[in-house]
């Protein structure tokens, strides 16, 4: 009996493979798709008993092959009771693979099928999901249970995102030249958002979701290796693994929150940090600046400073000065208004926030009564601080940053909530 | 990204019990039709109806007791009667999917807390 683990990470590294193999080979992207991911459940049944085949690639593409086989024949069948008057090419018997289909592309079918799955005619979710499914090779179950929606709904969303490819009319082949700037750019956000989705789940009892985390990390890696050069990708990257080293100290057994200033450091993962530090550096010093890999340097600055108080914020200030300029964002000014209170002192902070009311993106969002609570606090103004702070709560939908935002507005009051 | 949100359907049994037949069943042709609409476009996470409000009991503790009462809390003449918990991309969109139910019911459509967060 083999354990499961090794199994599992197995067939997902041979997902995208034999996914790639059988569209290039059919061009039925939906229907391979479909077929490959009911060869990983046959794998991930037999396999722990039977042990893992001696061509583990091979096996899953004749087991694809004969169900995407089935299923067309099936399809056939049902178009030839609707129309039998429509004569209908032979089928090819995909039963026996081929040798071409056996051997792994020169060109990665990897990068070809992230660009489809990340099809700009979807909509974020659905590229999250099926990104998840056709290259990730998770279970639609395990994709829901991330997610937390039933099954139903998420195979339903899955096989709506296939229909809305088909319907866009796209080829599994690489964007044109021209469009491939773009087309990374939607790759990019969907392993932010599926990086995002994992890191902000609290230390709750849904292990699944925090796992998205090593699932875009682990994405990213395999991107990182098809387009070695781009400092985005790198930068990206290197932001997952500097923003995930501090995981287990960002909350608490009962899935509270504890924020930067107060996280123990001890417990940050040195590894992921020094992994994280030397990919910016290299990039930094190599590729066109972009707005993950400033990102991922102002991650580096706070992941490298012993203590909070040791942190160069002159220096974060000066990372988010460029950010702002190459991609400006209202997120991106809430942030930069807290490293500059901690460098001109909470005014200057403030006066950057206001800036920020006037923004239609912003109007009311919690994270600026946040922010602004605490510069008010800071800047000793307790009543204002406890007012901003009760209304950051009312806004948040999140229910440990609720209960932090009611914390620090009753600390505020010397724990007699009065007002 | 989307975000869950609960469709609470509150109706008014007089006005239900006043209404034709066949009025009656063209407005859950429209319930039906939005089930599977939601259903099909992956959106649909749960639909609940809820049993005749004649049945509720209401529950409270007071003063150490616990005190049953039968029949609905308050004297609302409109009362929850069909819950959908759906995730979609938009309040806009949430209000979309309430509104073809509300030429008789009210709707309310409220968010979901979720456990979700990011450290400060």
Same mark, same amino acid.
């Given at each position: ?56 690639? $091979?096996?899953?593409? +004749? ?7 089935? &299923? @067309?024949?099936? #399809?056939?069948? *049902?178009?030839? %009771? ?115 989705? $994992?890191?902000?789940? +609290? ?7 925090? &796992? @998205?985390?090593? #699932?875009?990390? *682990?994405?990213? %890696? ?129 006066? @950057? ?7 239609? %993106? ?58 | ?120």
């Amino acid at each position: 009996v083999t354990s499961p683990q090794p199994i599992e990470d197995l067939l997902h590294e041979l997902a995208p493979q034999v996914l790639g193999a059988l569209t290039r080979r059919n061009g039925r992207f939906d229907a391979c798709e479909d077929a490959v991911q009911e060869a990983l459940l046959a794998a991930a049944v037999q396999w722990p008993d039977q042990g893992i085949p001696e061509n583990p690639r $091979g096996w899953l593409i +004749t087991v694809a092959g004969r169900r995407l086989t089935d &299923e @067309l024949r099936a #399809e056939t069948a *049902r178009r030839r %009771r609707e129309d039998t008057a429509t004569s209908l090419a032979p089928l090819e018997d995909l039963r026996a693979p081929a040798a071409d289909l056996d051997q792994p592309s020169d060109q990665d079918d990897t990068l070809t099928l992230l660009f489809l799955c990340c099809h700009p005619a979807l909509s974020p979710a659905s590229q999250i999901a099926l990104t998840l499914r056709a290259v990730g090779g998770l279970t639609t179950i395990q994709i829901a249970t991330a997610f937390l929606v039933p099954e139903a709904t998420m195979a339903q969303r899955i096989s709506r995102a296939k229909q809305s490819i088909r319907t866009a009319g796209a080829k599994f082949s690489l964007p044109p030249e021209n469009e491939r700037a773009e087309r990374l750019r939607v790759v990019l956000h969907v392993l932010y958002l599926i990086f995002n989705e $994992g890191y902000t789940a +609290t230390s709750g009892p849904n292990l699944q979701r925090t &796992e @998205l985390t090593g #699932e875009a990390i *682990r994405l990213a %890696r395999d991107l990182r290796r098809l387009l070695p050069d781009d400092g985005e990708v790198a930068g990206l990257l290197a932001l997952m693994l500097l923003t995930d080293a501090r995981r287990p100290a960002r909350s608490r057994p009962d899935g509270s929150l504890v924020p930067l200033a107060e996280q123990d450091r001890g417990r940050w993962h040195a590894e992921s940090i020094r992994e994280g530090v030397a990919i910016v550096t290299e990039t930094l010093s190599r590729s066109r600046l972009g707005p993950y890999q400033l990102q991922a340097a102002i991650a580096a600055v706070h992941d490298e400073a012993a203590r909070a108080e040791d942190t160069d914020w002159p220096q974060i200030v000066a990372l988010y000065e460029m950010l702002a300029r190459i991609a400006p964002n209202p997120m991106v000014t809430l942030n930069q208004a807290v490293a500059v209170a901690m460098v001109h002192g909470p005014q200057a902070g403030l006066d @950057l926030l206001a800036t920020l009311d006037a923004d239609e %993106r912003m109007a009311g969002h919690h994270r600026l009564h946040a922010v602004r609570a605490h510069l008010q606090e800071m800047a000793g103004d307790v009543a204002a601080a406890r007012a901003s702070y009760r209304t950051a709560a009312r806004g948040t939908t999140s229910l440990p940053e609720q209960r932090y935002l009611e914390g620090r507005a009753a600390r505020l009051t010397g724990g007699s909530d009065s007002a | 990204m989307p975000v869950k949100y609960v469709v609470l359907i509150y109706s008014n049994q007089a006005t239900w019990e006043a209404l034709p037949g066949a009025e009656r069943d063209r407005v859950l042709g429209i319930h039906n039709r939005m089930i599977k609409e939601l259903t099909e476009s992956g959106e649909l996470l749960r639909v609940d109806g809820l049993a005749h409000p004649s049945s509720t009991k209401t529950v409270r503790i007071r003063d150490g007791a616990t005190v049953v009462t039968d029949g609905p809390f308050g004297e609302a003449k409109e009362q929850l009667a069909g819950v959908w918990a759906v995730e979609c991309d938009s309040i806009e969109r949430a209000i979309e999917i309430g509104a073809p139910v509300a030429e008789y019911d009210t709707v309310e459509i409220r968010q979901l807390m979720d456990l979700s967060g990011l450290e400060m």
